[in-house]
């Protein structure tokens, strides 16, 4: 009921780790606060939201039980795949990896941990999340 997480992954057996994951389409300039074109209204962006969303779906585990706890590791991912982009040319994918210092992150780790020792991370697509490491 509410909002919550687009879905939970976890091993078949043991408590080595929970993925709370959220994911989102988006077009770069939304990702971050923005400010809307249309209204000129503050936006507070995609990965915010999902950061909230993750949040409230782990809180919801934890007011029926503490269960969570057994997990070693406990991931809150936010998967975001850009829509802005085009087929690149040769030049451009050149371009692009000589310049990926200043695109937008695609794998963050935030240095604090969400409550119930949750760990939230990002990938923005196609960037894959391994759980080992």
Do not use: W
Request: with cysteine; net charge positive; hydrophobic share 35%.
């Amino acid at each position: 009921m509410g909002r919550k997480c687009d879905f939970i992954i976890n091993p078949i057996a043991g408590y080595d780790f929970i993925i709370f994951n959220e994911l989102t389409e988006s077009g770069k300039q939304y990702v971050m606060p923005f400010t809307s074109p249309k209204t000129g209204e503050e936006k507070e962006g995609k990965l915010v939201y999902a950061k909230k969303q993750l949040e409230i779906s782990i809180d919801k585990f934890y007011d029926v039980s503490n269960f969570l706890d057994n997990y070693k590791k406990r991931v809150a991912l936010f998967s975001c795949r850009l829509t802005d982009g085009k087929p690149e040319h040769y030049m451009t994918r050149s371009v692009n990896a000589f310049r990926k210092p200043q695109r937008i992150l695609s794998n963050i780790r935030a240095h604090e941990p969400l409550a119930h020792g949750f760990v939230f991370e990002q990938r923005i697509y196609n960037k894959e999340y391994k759980t080992i490491g």
